[in-house]
């Protein structure tokens, strides 16, 4: 009994992802969006935040052909297809870097620290890479 | 709900998870400062400030043994800041409801 | 209670996997129960049976082979960051296996609590 | 002697690389921003400052293909820093004395 | 003109092997030789032959493998940094050898340039 | 001719080894420290820079017995028997974390950053990690 009462489908857990890396220099952007289209699939309430230089993952218009790179960002587009539609982003780090949410590559929810900080707070699961 | 764990394991004098944690951590939260997070403990250190200013928002603990292991166990630490072996560090993620990492 | 842990880093290069390793004993030594580790990104590196540090330095593959092993923990290397980093079966230490991430997701539901350690 | 020239690969958000090797690179020297370094040449970031008061101490260039990667292109530069492409790096290497990475 | 590389991060991961490797064509481009590519640290990844990234990804190992057999360049792992992290001459990529941290200090002699790639 | 030029003993370049990180979050200090007493070996000119958390490399008093990791601070004192003799620490990197060179396991030359940064000017080849 115990165990169908864990792994059953009523338990649903608030997961939260946080990218705080800009994307290129390292795999972390790239591999915690990988983490996200397998989480989608289960029946979990998801979250993705972008925050610090996370925010230059959804910067628009990138062309890596000149690394040799995969261009990634397109599959931001995806995130609603898999039905993951919270995707903060944190106002304070667009602002010291410039950017508005037009920039972005898909749309999303601006969030001050502040309110960003009451959602956090609500999370069963925070995975950060 | 019970406060949030979050957990810092970097310099504060060459990244900027402290500050980011500062800016979004819930007032009521507990910060633990493991690995080279430590160094954001001494007392001082330029950084001192950072901690010391938020003694009333935040519960403060680091990690004894990667103290001891950096050479600072003679050091001054920001007052206030409760010290915890690896025991501690696993109670205090049990008191939690949920542990962020800062990396 | 119960305790996942997420390893991001490999062995060596950055103290992820030993602070996870001592915390992981710690754990034990409470009474808890590890539900799980799962070894992401570089972590999957600390599943090389290769790994031959000088022989005073620690052996964080063989030690976390032997947790795992001793106390029936079970550890999980992500199958899709092993493989582009050339981590196979061919070369993986006793105690580990290879499975996809939506181990790590399920480590996030079954485990009261999730810790995880990177760079 | 030929000036150094000192690569940068880190984010000025992130890490302190640039800061240290504006304080210890001799006036005269060359700095390139590659990688995640490029976002210091950002003429509208936060950080723009740190550069665009320097620029009489130093020559600022940046990695175009890295620029590019991380949908750039289009964004506004800190006046006076050149964009060169691989060629351009390899050119740079070569006609400076000795090149120091600020990892 | 003669230059040296130093790799101090593995494939994937950092983008230090990346750059690093279109600095390299860049220099054979320009009409100079390269002396050595010396891996140290977690560099000593990009030498493991079982790396298998996905199909529509750059497959770094097979990259450097191809560029150091195709114009006799050098490509020395560090043979302590190596063997701490599991990397042998079983798993060793075609035109890779394993020898010690003189061969560093030697290529910072010998070439006229030493570019360093790191995190 | 050529090849007895550059490759004979009268080759004397100047080495610099810059370490700027932290000891035991990462292995970085501990292989630089590898690399230095393998380059003592050979007759080249040497000196090695301890500048921001690098200077917590040197920091006394290191006791690694809780971390289970070697406590390598004691081998910077064979420095000198392998004949490294120039060793520099950054003021400006002590000064900011509360340390003076009292507090480091060596002797060391203090430097200004104004100073520091004409001896890193004269230098050949810079290896960093």
Redesign the interface.
Same mark, same amino acid.
């Given at each position: 009994m115990e165990e169908y009462d864990?792994?059953g489908p009523e338990?649903v857990?608030r997961?939260m992802y946080?990218n705080?890396?800009?994307?290129?220099?390292?795999?972390?952007a790239l591999?915690c969006l990988?983490?996200v289209l397998?989480?989608a699939?289960?029946d979990?309430d998801i979250s993705v935040v972008f925050?610090?230089?996370g925010v230059?993952q959804l910067?628009?218009?990138?062309?890596?052909?000149?690394?040799?790179?995969?261009?990634f960002?397109k599959t931001f587009g995806a995130l609603e297809d898999y039905g993951v539609e919270k995707i903060y982003v944190?106002k304070?780090s667009l602002d010291?870097?410039?950017l508005s949410a037009g920039d972005l590559v898909i749309p999303v929810e601006v969030l001050a620290?502040v309110d960003?900080?009451?959602i956090?707070?609500?999370?069963?699961?925070?995975? =950060? =890479? | 709900m019970s406060p949030m764990l979050h957990l810092i394991n970097k310099s504060p004098f060459e990244r900027t998870a402290l500050d980011s944690c500062l800016r979004l951590a819930k007032p009521g939260s507990s910060i633990l400062l493991i690995e080279d997070g430590v160094y954001a403990a001494l007392g001082k250190a330029a950084h001192a400030g950072k901690i010391a200013g938020r003694m009333e928002d935040f519960s403060f603990y680091v990690l004894g043994p990667d103290v001891a292991a950096r050479g600072l166990s003679d050091a001054a630490l920001i007052e206030g800041i409760a010290v915890v072996d690896y025991a501690g560090f696993v109670d205090l993620v049990a008191e939690h409801h949920v542990t962020q990492s800062w990396l | 209670m119960k305790f996942g842990i997420l390893i991001n880093e490999g062995p060596f290069t950055h103290q992820a996997s030993d602070s996870a390793y001592r915390f992981a004993e710690a754990v034990l030594a409470r009474g808890h129960e590890i539900y799980r580790v799962f070894f992401y990104h570089d972590g999957v590196y600390n599943s090389n049976r290769l790994s031959q540090p000088q022989t005073d330095d620690r052996n964080l593959v063989a030690l976390w082979s032997k947790l795992g092993t001793e106390h029936g923990i079970d550890l999980v290397v992500c199958v899709g960051a092993a493989l582009r980093r050339g981590v196979k079966d061919e070369v993986l230490a006793e105690g580990f296996r290879i499975s996809g991430l939506g181990q790590l997701v399920e480590a996030g539901i079954q485990a009261d609590r999730l810790v995880v350690f990177g760079d």
């Open positions: 864990e792994s338990v857990k997961f946080v705080r890396r800009a994307p290129y220099g390292t795999i972390y591999e990988e983490v397998v989480a699939a289960f979990q925050m610090d230089d230059y910067k628009k218009n990138q062309d890596t052909t000149g690394i040799g790179m995969k261009n960002s944190e304070e010291a870097r410039g620290a960003l900080s009451e956090m707070a609500r999370q069963d699961v925070v995975i =950060s =890479s | - | -």
